[in-house]
Every structure is written in structure tokens, then in C-alpha cells.
């Protein structure tokens, strides 16, 4: 068995419950005003076109294809436009409403807590490497009580490189003292987390909660968070 010093985690989606929390920022935002101008369309049917143009609009920004900003807007916008609304300008207070309400949102994957108490017990160096906005993913570490589990963290904006281009991963290792032989990639991102890591040689822990199919073949892959105890020889 490998012997690791350096655990890196991924936050969306992997600590942080991206999907939940999302749903309640927007839910709110659609009772507040949002529903007045789609008001044949349900918050379900709206949720589920979101999430798609979601997954689309950070799939180029991962591939430096949009802007931190047309990614802000152009996500919504695009939600719109599904159901016939073409509003830019309400686009852009939906966006400005998402960001204040989201990153407060405070809900966890199941057993994340108490697995980062025992990794820390354990002495294990506890690092964040994430794409998502800077200041956004700051106040999710604070707000939902992880910030201080983390000795480094790593954001795509800090980096200048989002995952899975190799610079982030190099740029990790420097701030944290790590080296690639004594380190752990934690995500739930095959093309992100799974396949950058692999670029440099990091072994990696795909947490794929819904079991979907795949052609990658990670390092170790598992369901749940409490999983990664056995990995690393914990019992």
C-alpha cells in the first residue's frame, strides 16, 4: 500500500454538496421573483435545464473557451432562452443573486466531517485544489465549518491554470511542500480531478456517489466518503 502524507480534495461536489445547495440558492431566488417571469414553467423543469447548460458552461470555462464572467451570466442566460426568456440584464441580477446566496449554503457530503476529523488525527496534510471562483470558494470553506481542515488552498484563479491542466497540480505542490509520490487526489471530476492527476503522476481517489459507468480506470474509486479510511489503512 501506498504510504500518503499530502490529501488533496476537490470541493464541489465532493465535500461540499454542490448539488443540494445549488438547489435551495435557486429555489429561492425562483420564489423571489424569478418564477413571475416564467410563470408556465415549473421550478423542477427549470432546476434540470440549469444543471445541463451548468455542466456546459464550466466545461469551457475548464477549457479557457468563456471568461469567469460569461460563465457567471451565460449560464443563466442560456436557462432562460430554454423557456423563451431572453433577458440579459435579469440574467445578470439572477447571477449576482446566486453567488451572494449559494456560497452559504452550508450542506456536506455524507460523512465528510467526521472523516476530515480522523484524517487530522491522523496527522494527514489536508490540501483544497478547485476550479471554482476564489472568493465564492473561500466563504463555502468558511461558512460550512471545512476552512480549518485545510492547510492549503489551491484555486484555478490563485494557480492561473484550472485542473486538469498540469501547472495547477505543480503549483500545489510547491505551496504545500508536497511531492506527487506522497499525495492523493480526491474528486469527483474524472476529466478534472482523475485525468489531471493522472497527467502528473498523482495516484487519485474517484468518488463517483451514483456509480455511472466509465471508461477510466483511477487509482481507487469509491462511493462514499468513509471509504477513503480503508484506503489510506485506517480500518
Do not use: C
Request: aromatic share 12%.
Amino acid at each position: 500500500m501506498a504510504t500518503y502524507k499530502h490529501l488533496f480534495f476537490d470541493l464541489d461536489h465532493t465535500l461540499w454538496d454542490f448539488e443540494r445547495n445549488s438547489t435551495m440558492a435557486l429555489e429561492q431566488i425562483w420564489k423571489s421573483g424569478l418564477s413571475k417571469h416564467l410563470e408556465h414553467v415549473p421550478f423542477a423543469h427549470f432546476m434540470d435545464s440549469y444543471t445541463e447548460v451548468n455542466e456546459h458552461w464550466w466545461g469551457l470555462y475548464r477549457k479557457e473557451q468563456v471568461s469567469k464572467e460569461e460563465l457567471r451570466v451565460g449560464r443563466f442566460a442560456d436557462s432562460m432562452k430554454r423557456f423563451g426568456l431572453v433577458d440579459y440584464a435579469l440574467a445578470d441580477q439572477v447571477a449576482t443573486s446566486y453567488l451572494e446566496l449559494g456560497p452559504y449554503m452550508k450542506h456536506l457530503h455524507e460523512g465528510a466531517i467526521d472523516l476530515l476529523q480522523d484524517l487530522q488525527e491522523k496527522d494527514f496534510q489536508m490540501h483544497i485544489i478547485t476550479n471554482g471562483f476564489e472568493e465564492v470558494q473561500h466563504i463555502k470553506l468558511r461558512e460550512s465549518g471545512l476552512r480549518n481542515f485545510f492547510k492549503e488552498i489551491i484555486t484555478s484563479e490563485a494557480a492561473g491554470a484550472k485542473k486538469p491542466n498540469p501547472s495547477i497540480f505543480h503549483f500545489a505542490m510547491q505551496k504545500s511542500g508536497a511531492v506527487m509520490r506522497e499525495s492523493l487526489m480526491i474528486g469527483d471530476s474524472l476529466g478534472s480531478d482523475i485525468l489531471g492527476a493522472q497527467g502528473v503522476g498523482m495516484d487519485q481517489v474517484f468518488f463517483n456517489p451514483k456509480a455511472e459507468i466509465h471508461d477510466v480506470d483511477p487509482t481507487y474509486e469509491i462511493q462514499r466518503l468513509s471509504e477513503i479510511r480503508g484506503i489510506l489503512g485506517m480500518g
